[in-house]
């Protein structure tokens, strides 16, 4: 690895939205659905290649969790990042079908290696790092739409605080082409099990399926954000490739299906942006595939950066959150009024309101976010917070040198949720927390309650 020359910091990018995301990638094993016809086979985790850095690493280290988490962090301090904000992200396959015992001490090994030392349990690990050095703000499991409404219980156990759903196109005549084994009616109910119990929401999307064309894609695309059975806090927009391996590279040879090019993913791209709502972020455009491994489809992995520039130049107003986070704005040198307000966007959810709480300035910067879901569960209104994030480069715990995070908007967007949860009638608020988080709502006046899912609570009556 080339190290950086002393007080600079290598790829400020990583960090640039005010955590550090480490990602932990899964051993191998098969889908229990068999497999999608656009899934690589190639003896790695499913879905990857073998060259994938992230699989290289792992597989070094026998993905064993806490070598791994270990591995990780001290590459980041090698690189001279802040290690303080970690989210985890557990890649490479559907995680909740690992056997369970699997599960439980590969999470707890990720704990203990964000403490370094082994706990006894997962719980004492978690109650570790609720004051380590290197604190879990967020954890994230990938899994299908499938295989998710049973495990919500389990989710929290493990502190995780984000799923991300394989959807690819909500189409069930699509699903069945390509074999995903889950139907629509899947994506909904993952849904709706994972906004009430607060989850944020990622969707993976997978444009250029076969069975589809760019004019359908938009269509679907365009109801994500209509229907409120779906609206998805985050995207993942992975257009088709075909990889070796794959049923799709036969049909590739035998000429029976064709991956959209660069120019008609670009124009598709740019429409798609054109309607992404201000509460939806992009994570990531283009999945990390070595182009060796790309057969036929778009090889660029930089596409995102390209797509950024045409959107800037053609003054489309793009509302999506990564474009106006206030870390790009300043990596760009762009010029930063100081001045904030905060907004307030209302939608409607699975008959529930979720009010999306932004610190913005006037040119739409975002320094912060809060989303607040209202609705009735067992007759009760309930206020629960689904994320609270502040932007900008990550600061060490205590830190006040920046301009966004560690300057009182966290405090701020949380006052408001109350006052908008007692104003709708609800005794308590609840917050999906990460473990490493939940010190800092304490001091908000949050407690623990272990009982029903580890929520930091606050109970309006007890004020
Ligand atoms: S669900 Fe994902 S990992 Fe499993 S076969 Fe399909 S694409 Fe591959």
Same mark, same amino acid.
């Not at 660029?300 to 950066?305: G, V």
């Given at each position: %690895?080339?190290?950086?020359?002393?007080?600079?910091? &290598?790829?400020?990018?990583?960090?640039?939205?005010?955590?550090?995301?480490?990602?932990?990638?899964?051993?191998?094993?098969?889908?229990?659905?068999?497999? !999608?016809?656009?899934? /690589?086979?190639? @003896?790695?985790?499913?879905? #990857?290649?073998?060259?994938?850095?992230?699989?290289?690493?792992?597989?070094?280290?026998?993905?064993?969790?806490?070598?791994?988490?270990?591995?990780?962090?001290?590459?980041?301090?090698?690189?001279?990042?802040?290690?303080?904000?970690?989210?985890?992200?557990?890649?490479?396959?559907?995680?909740?079908? #690992?056997?369970?015992?699997?599960?439980?001490?590969?999470?707890?090994?990720?704990?203990?290696?964000? @403490?370094?030392?082994?706990?006894?349990?997962?719980?004492?690990?978690? &109650?570790?790092?609720?004051?380590?050095?290197?604190? !879990?703000?967020?954890?994230?499991?990938?899994?299908?739409?499938?295989?998710?409404?049973?495990?919500?219980?389990?989710?929290?156990?493990?502190? !995780?605080?984000?799923?991300?759903?394989?959807?690819?196109?909500? =189409?069930?005549?699509? #699903?069945?082409?390509?074999?995903?084994?889950?139907?629509?009616?899947?994506?909904?109910?993952?849904?709706?099990?994972?906004?009430?119990?607060?989850?944020?929401?990622?969707?993976?999307? %997978?444009?250029?399926?076969?069975?589809?064309?760019?004019?359908?894609?938009?269509?679907?695309?365009?109801?994500?954000?209509?229907?409120?059975?779906?609206?998805?806090?985050?995207?993942?927009?992975?257009?088709?490739?075909?990889?070796?391996?794959?049923?799709?590279?036969?049909? +590739?040879?035998?000429?029976?299906?064709?991956?959209?090019?660069?120019?008609?993913?670009?124009?598709?791209?740019?429409?798609?942006?054109?309607?992404? /709502? $201000?509460? !939806?972020?992009? %994570?990531?455009?283009? &999945?990390?595939?070595?182009?060796?491994?790309?057969?036929?489809?778009?090889?660029?992995? =930089?596409? $995102?950066?390209?797509?950024?520039?045409?959107?800037?130049?053609?003054?489309?107003?793009?509302?999506?959150?990564?474009?106006?986070?206030?870390?790009?704005?300043?990596?760009?040198?762009?010029?930063?009024?100081?001045?904030?307000?905060?907004?307030?966007?209302?939608?409607?959810?699975?008959?529930?309101?979720?009010?999306?709480?932004?610190?913005?300035?006037?040119?739409?910067?975002?320094?912060?976010?809060?989303?607040?879901?209202?609705?009735?569960?067992?007759? *009760?209104?309930?206020?629960?917070?689904?994320?609270?994030?502040? +932007?900008?480069?990550?600061? *060490?715990?205590?830190?006040?040198?920046?301009?966004?995070?560690?300057?009182?908007?966290?405090?701020?967007?949380? *006052?408001?949720?109350?006052?908008?949860?007692?104003?709708?009638?609800?005794?308590?608020?609840?917050?999906?927390?990460?473990?490493?988080?939940?010190?800092?709502?304490?001091?908000?006046?949050?407690?623990?309650?272990?009982?029903?899912?580890?929520?930091?609570?606050?109970?309006?009556?007890?004020?």
């Amino acid at each position: %690895m080339k190290l950086p020359k002393k007080g600079e910091i &290598r790829k400020p990018t990583k960090t640039i939205s005010g955590v550090t995301p480490v990602a932990v990638m899964l051993p191998p094993r098969p889908c229990s659905h068999g497999a !999608c016809v656009y899934c /690589p086979n190639l @003896n790695v985790p499913q879905s #990857y290649t073998p060259k994938s850095p992230v699989v290289m690493r792992a597989s070094a280290l026998g993905y064993d969790s806490f070598k791994q988490v270990k591995a990780r962090l001290k590459a980041f301090e090698l690189m001279n990042h802040p290690t303080d904000k970690i989210e985890i992200i557990i890649m490479g396959g559907t995680f909740l079908e #690992y056997p369970k015992k699997f599960q439980y001490d590969f999470v707890k090994g990720i704990y203990d290696g964000l @403490n370094g030392k082994k706990a006894k349990t997962l719980q004492e690990a978690k &109650r570790i790092n609720e004051t380590s050095k290197h604190r !879990c703000v967020a954890l994230c499991i990938e899994t299908r739409p499938d295989v998710c409404v049973e495990y919500i219980q389990r989710l929290r156990e493990f502190g !995780c605080t984000r799923v991300e759903l394989g959807v690819q196109i909500i =189409d069930n005549r699509i #699903y069945k082409l390509v074999n995903r084994g889950h139907s629509v009616q899947d994506v909904v109910e993952a849904t709706r099990a994972l906004r009430n119990a607060g989850f944020k929401i990622g969707y993976h999307i %997978m444009p250029g399926l076969p069975g589809s064309n760019p004019k359908k894609d938009l269509e679907l695309f365009k109801k994500l954000f209509s229907d409120e059975r779906f609206k998805p806090d985050q995207l993942k927009i992975y257009p088709c490739q075909v990889m070796p391996g794959s049923v799709l590279e036969e049909w +590739y040879w035998e000429g029976k299906y064709k991956p959209y090019d660069e120019k008609q993913t670009l124009e598709l791209l740019i429409k798609m942006f054109k309607i992404i /709502p $201000r509460y !939806c972020r992009v %994570m990531r455009v283009m &999945r990390e595939i070595p182009p060796e491994y790309i057969i036929a489809g778009l090889k660029r992995i =930089d596409l $995102r950066q390209e797509l950024d520039k045409e959107l800037r130049n053609s003054k489309i107003k793009v509302k999506e959150i990564r474009f106006r986070e206030v870390g790009f704005a300043l990596r760009d040198k762009r010029k930063i009024k100081k001045k904030t307000k905060l907004k307030i966007t209302k939608y409607k959810a699975f008959g529930g309101d979720e009010y999306f709480l932004e610190i913005v300035n006037d040119d739409d910067i975002l320094f912060g976010l809060l989303r607040l879901r209202i609705f009735r569960d067992k007759n *009760k209104k309930t206020a629960m917070i689904r994320e609270l994030h502040v +932007y900008g480069p990550e600061l *060490k715990i205590g830190e006040h040198s920046g301009v966004s995070q560690h300057h009182g908007y966290g405090k701020k967007l949380v *006052k408001k949720a109350e006052e908008i949860a007692l104003k709708n009638k609800c005794e308590k608020i609840k917050i999906i927390s990460g473990i490493g988080v939940r010190k800092y709502y304490e001091k908000l006046g949050y407690y623990l309650d272990e009982i029903g899912g580890e929520y930091m609570v606050k109970d309006f009556n007890k004020i």
